[in-house]
């Protein structure tokens, strides 16, 4: 009990942290064709930003003391997915970011095949200079459009045991890659019990629009959310959600490779929940109708 | 040529000439925009899909603007003039029924995503843009009487369709794409196109 509170409070308090830190010293500025990418140091906390005028979306962070550890929630709660498929030998990550989730995945699994997708070719020179991120014979990184690549992987048959969905600054959205044809290209490339884990929006319109999309390919799913985090992520398998013993089970079994990580995966199967909490009637998004850059504005 | 011999009183016809025009330019540029969309599932959506949209839009526009001119030679009247924006109408019909079965084809057959978006945006949007692009210099010819007002008619003919244009962009972005799917929103402009078109036809026999 007390260590729930404590931990809930830690939770709090780096939420408070980390909304206070924002706006170190700029270290690396640039302007690529997608947008503007600025590397942000503060102490020994090291930030990918990409900047807009209203104001920074963060998309990564390390702390340079301690490289291995996963400073944002939302990133070990990607970890989730971990639980329904503990033994990935291949691995897709939409949106590389820093490189964050590659890097980790790669030390957590360095048998696993790992390829990432990532647009913006300026992304991943500066992953690859500010965040210590290597490509290797095991991490492929693929620049170009995920839509493109998911179309291009169904048609030459690539499987993965485990997609890992995170192409959304938070400021601008794809929409060619939150409607229900996406999703089902995606599906298409999962292997037998293959788990998809999607970093969402918790908040606006676009929550229950996205929720149910979700929900028409994937069948329900478990709608993971943290308290003391704003972030809500989606573990979907298609071919069935395991209970909570066996979820529990296999987080006892992780914790210990991913204590280094900071990620507390023990705590997170009593958050894993199939439970629905949006709108049902909501409309779901599809290549033909995804306003869904319009929907996050209201 | 035959410029001395004005066929008929066109002052009577100019508001509907304007309107004409002002509606080819909305749906230009609506279905410019919608044009991304459309290529976004198979191509991404990044620059290099918009450079292939905007630059065919362009290429079949000049082109158009060549034909129509051409033909406004020849005799102009507003049942030629209507018959552009019926022809319009039926050029977008593809994009509605066929568009993923030649984006499927285009995605199979080139790798490159930036030449795949311009041949898929070459099928899909060539042909009813260029017909498009007819309608602007056409009107011009049905609207001059005297070549001294020339370069106003033609002023005030562009500041109507580029007007008509902005404001396709507009709605189609802010609005349109909230409200209904896609395929309505094209179907809604081969409607109206088709209205257009059978106005003009009519106007035409009420005038002869």
Redesign the interface.
């Known amino acids: 009990m007390n260590r729930r509170v404590f931990s809930r409070l830690g939770a709090l308090l780096s939420c408070l942290v980390l909304s206070l830190s924002s706006g170190g010293e700029v270290i690396h500025k640039e302007r690529s ?2 947008r503007n990418i600025e590397v942000q140091q503060k102490g020994s906390e090291r930030c990918l930003v990409f900047a807009t005028r209203r104001d920074d979306r963060r998309q990564t962070c390390v702390d340079l003391k301690a490289p291995d550890r996963v400073v944002f929630s939302y990133v070990r709660m990607t970890f989730g997915g971990l639980l329904l498929a503990p033994n990935p030998s291949s691995i897709l990550v939409i949106g590389l970011g820093g490189g964050t989730l590659p890097s980790a995945l790669s030390k957590l699994y360095p048998e696993a095949g790992i390829d990432a997708i990532e ?1 913006d070719a300026a992304v991943v020179q500066v992953a690859e200079d500010y965040f210590d991120f290597q490509s290797n014979n095991r991490i492929n990184v693929h620049i ?5 690549y998911t ?2 992987a169904g ?1 030459n048959g690539t499987t993965y045991d485990l997609i890992i969905l995170d192409a959304f600054t938070g400021d601008y959205i ?3 890659l939150m ?1 229900r ?2 999703l089902e290209e995606t599906r298409a490339l999962l292997a037998p019990g293959g788990v998809v884990v999607a970093n969402t929006f918790s908040a606006s319109d676009l929550y229950s629009y996205e929720s149910e999309t979700y929900r028409a390919v994937f069948g329900p799913f478990f709608n993971f959310k943290l308290p003391g985090s704003g972030n809500r992520v989606i573990i979907a398998r298609p071919d069935g959600l395991p209970d909570r013993t066996t979820l529990a089970l296999a987080a006892k079994q992780l914790a210990p490779s991913l204590a280094p990580f900071g990620i507390a995966i023990t705590e997170f199967p009593r958050h894993l929940t199939s439970k629905t909490d949006w709108d049902r009637n909501a409309p779901i998004l ?4 995804s ?1 869904a850059n ?2 996050k504005n209201r | 040529m035959n410029e001395h011999t004005p066929t008929k009183p066109m002052h009577r016809i100019g508001w509907a000439v304007l309107l004409l025009a002002f509606t080819s330019g909305f749906i230009i540029m609506s279905v410019e925009l919608l044009g991304g ?1 459309i290529l ?8 290099y899909v918009w450079g292939s949209i905007i630059s065919i839009f362009m290429v079949a526009l000049s082109v158009g603007y060549l034909i129509g001119g051409r033909l406004s030679v020849q005799s102009p009247n507003l049942g030629r003039y209507g018959l552009f924006f019926l022809s319009a109408a039926l050029g977008l019909l593809p994009i509605v029924f066929f568009a993923n079965h030649a984006m499927e084809a285009v ?2 057959a080139i ?1 490159d ?1 930036r030449y795949g978006s311009l041949l898929a945006s070459t099928i899909l949007f060539f042909i009813p843009t260029a017909i498009l692009g007819m309608i602007a210099p056409y009107s011009v010819r049905l609207m001059v009487n005297d070549t001294d007002h020339s370069g106003q008619v033609a002023g005030g003919l562009y500041f109507v369709s580029t007007l008509g244009s902005a404001l396709g962009t507009l709605l189609t972005s ?1 609005y349109l ?2 409200w ?4 309505t929103i094209l179907i809604a402009m081969v409607a109206v196109l088709f209205s257009a078109g059978l106005l003009a036809i009519f106007l035409n026999r009420g005038d002869a």
């Open positions: 064709i997608y647009i170009q459009d995920a839509r493109v179309k291009r048609q794809p929409e060619h409607t044809e996406y599809t290549d033909q109708f306003p319009l929907l | 969309r976004a599932p198979y191509f991404g959506s990044s620059i995605f199979s790798d995503p802010f794409v909230l209904f799917d896609m395929n």
